[in-house]
């Protein structure tokens, strides 16, 4: 039982602290395009850990997570406003780059040269 209503406090987390990013006007979290990748919550809900991952590379979530956490105090009041939780847990704000990461794959993938087979036999077919 306590590991569904973990998941459903990690998704209302994530939901509600993407609402809470845009409206933060430090422009070091307002200038960039933020995703949030992963929100992990301990099981007796006093830290969240939150991956954050930027479209322009890893330097800039970097930047990011300083901005983010300088308004931590802020974030945290907003969301125990939000959820009504007993006990608002301590954000701790990641960088991950795994937008660059996924990126650079599909334009790995782009750039390959592969021809689609659209003869519908088999070469091995010798009836």
Do not use: Q, W
């Not at 459903?8 to 949030?36: C, H, M, N, Q, Y």
């Not at 931590?72 to 006990?87: D, M, P, Q, T, Y």
Request: proline share 2%; hydrophobic share 35%.
């Amino acid at each position: 039982m306590a590991g569904h209503r973990i998941e459903r406090t990690t998704e209302d987390i994530k939901r509600e602290l993407t609402a809470i990013f845009r409206e933060l006007k430090d422009p070091r979290v307002a200038g960039a395009f933020l995703s949030i990748i992963r929100v992990d919550l301990t099981n007796d809900l006093s830290y969240c850990t939150v991956y954050i991952s930027a479209m322009e590379g890893m330097d800039r979530a970097k930047e990011a997570v300083k901005g983010l956490k300088s308004a931590s105090g802020f974030i945290r009041r907003e969301l125990g406003a939000r959820l009504r939780i007993r006990h608002t847990p301590e954000i701790i704000f990641k960088a991950t780059d795994s937008i660059e990461y996924s990126a650079n794959i599909s334009r790995i993938l782009n750039g390959l040269d592969i021809k689609p087979d659209d003869s519908g036999e088999d070469e091995n077919d010798d009836n």
